[in-house]
């Protein structure tokens, strides 16, 4: 008997492992919030404006670089508002993983990760100094923003990752310099803004990626290597890393905790050629470069 044209595509969707659906993880990403103390301290600076502006648009930017990674599907944080309130993880930092009812309340939204990310100092003002004698006046642009992401496990309601990310005055300076952004006395303007967003939020996008997807080699043809990684996601033509072996397990003598695996310089690479999906790159050294090996960028 002829067997349907669409079970003949189905059987075969089903025997080709390519052309399955890749199982993709979901991240639910709350709203940005600065600390109380932080909130109040601005206030008293009349910075309260050029703060809102950055959280406004770090809010947008953190999903969109988040979306561009292409390792997650994400939810809206306005969908996970309540669970924030209930849990109060900004404040505490945990929570109890023997209350099941927590854990079950991230699964229930529909995440396998949640992250937290809280705005812990900002600073942005014009400093002026008149040199004795002369008379003469210098001004100094300071600028300061300090973010501290949390990532949770929504299976255990475990930390799995705690970062600090900053941008400091040189940073600033680097980046108004990119695209010669226009900046007023100890104001954001809006296109500053946007680009300082932008900066920070690739910080904490790349990081909370290669914590749980590190990048690795896929292929090695020769001097050739291609990596996990594609535009938007942390990797730039040009850019060197270097190339690690997981070796033994690393047990903690007093906590008997594992300490995750050694890892041991094999080479180092330099990115050639960046597409949407993964990236090529020139081995530079190559003392066990392989498939599988893992990338990291130089300290």
Do not use: C, W
């Not at 709350?30 to 809010?59: H, Y």
């Not at 100092?121 to 002369?134: L, M, N, P, R, W």
């Not at 190559?286 to 090996?293: E, K, Y």
Request: hydrophobic share 40%; proline share 2%; aromatic share 6%.
């Amino acid at each position: 008997m002829r067997r349907p044209l669409f079970h003949l595509l189905t059987l075969s969707l089903l025997l080709i492992p390519g052309l399955m659906r890749a199982q993709v993880e979901t991240l639910g990403i709350a709203s940005i919030t600065p600390t109380d103390s932080l909130t109040q301290a601005v206030k008293k600076s009349d910075k309260t404006l050029s703060l809102n502006r950055v959280v406004e648009s770090l809010d947008g930017q953190l999903t969109d670089r988040f979306n561009a990674t292409k390792k997650f599907q994400l939810v809206a944080a306005s969908d996970l508002k309540e669970i924030i309130k209930k849990q109060e993880l900004a404040q505490s930092g945990s929570f109890d993983a023997s209350d099941k009812s927590l854990a079950q309340q991230f699964k229930l939204a529909g995440t396998k990760y949640y992250l937290i990310t809280t705005i812990d100092d900002f600073q942005d003002y014009v400093e002026k100094a008149t040199f004795e004698g002369t008379g003469d006046t210098a001004t100094k642009r300071v600028f300061r923003l300090s973010i501290i992401g949390k990532l949770y496990d929504s299976t255990t309601g475990k930390l799995k990752e705690s970062a600090n990310f900053q941008t400091g005055s040189d940073e600033f300076k680097q980046i108004q310099q990119e695209r010669n952004y226009s900046v007023k006395d100890g104001e954001l303007s809006d296109e500053m803004m946007v680009a300082v967003a932008r900066n920070m939020a690739e910080k904490i996008a790349t990081h909370v990626v290669n914590v749980l997807y590190p990048i690795k080699i896929l292929t090695k043809r020769d001097t050739e290597v291609t990596i996990n990684r594609g535009e938007g996601a942390g990797v730039a033509v040009g850019d060197t890393f270097n190339v690690y072996a997981l070796g033994e397990e690393l047990i903690d003598p007093d906590t008997k905790a594992s300490l995750g695996r050694e890892e041991v310089k094999v080479g180092q690479v330099k990115i050639t050629e960046v597409d949407p999906l993964f990236s090529k790159a020139t081995i530079l050294s190559d003392t066990g470069v392989a498939v599988g090996t893992l990338l990291r960028k130089p300290q």
